[in-house]
């Protein structure tokens, strides 16, 4: 089955840059979503297609793609910033499965 | 506002059947997908499947496929998640989620419903 690969945990310091990863082999051909999830609270959309942000959603968030990977970064990281992220995306077969990534801790320290 | 209503918290036992459910308002029930996405105790999203409410036409995870069931009944912009038999393993929380029938962006969650499978 199809997966996508981002590291288990990403940490930065206030005001610094996070970058978190996630690989697939489908994802040259099919665009990704990042979701942030706060504990106690349902996921919420942070970038779509690649690098759109959606409105409401700070400009700190951007997304990247380049060829197996997909990148989020946060620029100018804020304590509030600090939890779980997850890319999605879809397999390339035809079967327009959804596939989340493992997700990320993103930390401040 | 656009949003997802979903039920209340669950506790069944094993063997027993369960149907949870998902309502939207504020928006054309029928013109966007409602997905269900598993969330298991400190664990990560895993999605399990989706329906178009508009002739509910269902698409499911291979993981998830044969195990729940997917519903919807547009009259009342309602999607359904259901399970004959349930699991102690089908301890978790589940969402769902809507996307537009041109992108897989979940843009809009509901709340979440616990369900807890214990004897």
């Known amino acids: 089955s199809y997966e996508l690969t981002q590291p288990p945990s990403v940490s930065v310091s206030p005001g610094q840059t996070a970058r978190i990863t996630c690989s697939g082999d489908?994802?040259?051909?099919?665009?990704a979503y990042w979701y942030q999830q706060k504990p106690g609270q349902a996921p919420v959309l942070v970038i779509y297609?690649?690098?759109e942000r959606p409105s409401g959603i700070p400009e700190r968030f951007s997304g990247s793609s380049s060829g197996t990977t997909v990148t989020l970064t946060i620029s100018g990281v804020q304590a509030e910033d600090e939890a779980d992220y997850y890319c999605?995306?879809?397999?390339?077969?035809?079967?327009?499965?959804?596939?989340f990534g493992g997700g990320t801790k993103l930390t401040v320290l | 506002e656009v949003q997802l209503v979903q039920s209340g918290a669950e506790v069944k036992k094993p063997g027993e059947s369960l149907r949870i459910s998902c309502k939207g308002s504020?928006?054309?029930?029928?013109?966007?997908?409602i997905s269900w996405v598993r969330q298991m105790p400190g664990k990560g999203l895993e999605w399990m499947g989706r329906?178009?409410?508009?002739?509910?036409?269902?698409n499911y995870s291979p993981s998830f496929q044969g195990h729940v069931t997917i519903s919807a009944d547009k009259s009342i912009s309602t999607a359904y998640l259901q399970w004959s038999s349930l699991k102690a393993s089908d301890t978790a929380m589940y969402y769902c989620?809507?996307?537009?029938?041109?992108?897989?962006?979940?843009?809009?969650w509901g709340q979440g419903t616990m369900v807890t499978v214990s004897s």
């Open positions: 297609k690649d690098s």
């Open positions: 989620a809507r996307s537009a029938v041109t992108t897989d962006a979940f843009d809009i």
């Open positions: 999605q995306s879809a397999d390339s077969s035809g079967t327009s499965y959804v596939v």
């Open positions: 329906i178009d409410p508009s002739d509910s036409y269902t």
């Open positions: 504020g928006y054309s029930f029928t013109s966007y997908w």
């Open positions: 489908a994802l040259p051909k099919q665009y």
